[in-house]
């Protein structure tokens, strides 16, 4: 299938990590030019962005928007990893906040700068990789630094509607190169950084109309029935 991104200015942020990396080689193969947007840009086409600024932001869409006249589409993968959060906090508030901004208001901070270049243009897609957590109790910052980021691309999506944008979130379990396939009660399937980066990259495409939508991959928690 032709995803029609040939073409298409994408912007990455996070796209030096271990899926945005494969997120921004996969959008290349597809026909797109790709900037990748990281703390530290390394190349003609990186933009340096720490997404805690609105200010740094907010330079560097406008830079790329200078570069390139366009984002037909902004990937958000940057966060910090589950790793770096202390499980013996997962209720400290100082903790919690901190896992929100970094993660939910990181991506909010991007998708305002560039959301209304993309409703000016009568086209643009926004997808942010956020995690089943989002799904999931038993620890207060990891459920909530991703249920916020669903939250608020639903409200973005929304606010979206009939502009030609799409707002959507892609939520994995664990990511791992060699994932297995069986999923465990209670457990969200694991997935590749490719396999994430596929379903990434459709939601990219101008064949995509989905808006609105946490997609899980790899399978959503086992056991787990949401009406």
């Excluded at 956020?130 to 991703?146: D, F, H, K």
């Excluded at 606010?159 to 465990?184: C, F």
């Excluded at 379903?199 to 009406?227: D, M, N, W």
């Amino acid at each position: 299938m032709d995803l029609e991104l040939t073409g298409r200015v994408a912007l990455v942020v996070g796209g030096r990590g271990y899926i945005g990396s494969v997120v921004a080689e996969t959008l290349r193969r597809e026909g797109a030019r790709v900037v990748v947007a990281s703390r530290n840009a390394d190349g003609d086409d990186a933009v340096a962005m720490d997404t805690a600024s609105q200010e740094s932001v907010d330079a560097g869409v406008a830079r790329v928007l200078d570069q390139h006249g366009r984002i037909d589409v902004l990937v958000v993968t940057a966060a910090p990893a589950a790793g770096t959060l202390d499980p013996e906090r997962a209720s400290d508030p100082d903790q919690v906040a901190a896992a929100i901004d970094g993660k939910a208001l990181g991506f909010l901070r991007v998708a305002n700068a560039v959301l209304p270049v993309q409703r000016d243009a009568g086209f643009g897609r926004v997808v942010v990789v956020s995690g089943q957590n989002a799904y999931l109790s038993g620890n207060v910052t990891t459920s909530l630094r991703n249920a916020a980021t669903s939250i608020i691309a639903g409200n973005l999506a929304d606010q979206s509607v009939g502009t030609g944008v799409t707002v959507n979130v892609v939520n994995p379990g664990a990511v791992t190169d060699e994932p297995a396939r069986t999923v465990q009660p209670g457990a969200g399937g694991e997935s590749s950084p490719q396999q994430i980066a596929d379903l990434v990259a459709f939601l990219s495409s101008p064949r995509s109309v989905v808006s609105g939508e946490s997609v899980s991959i790899g399978h959503r928690v086992l056991g787990q029935l949401t009406i």
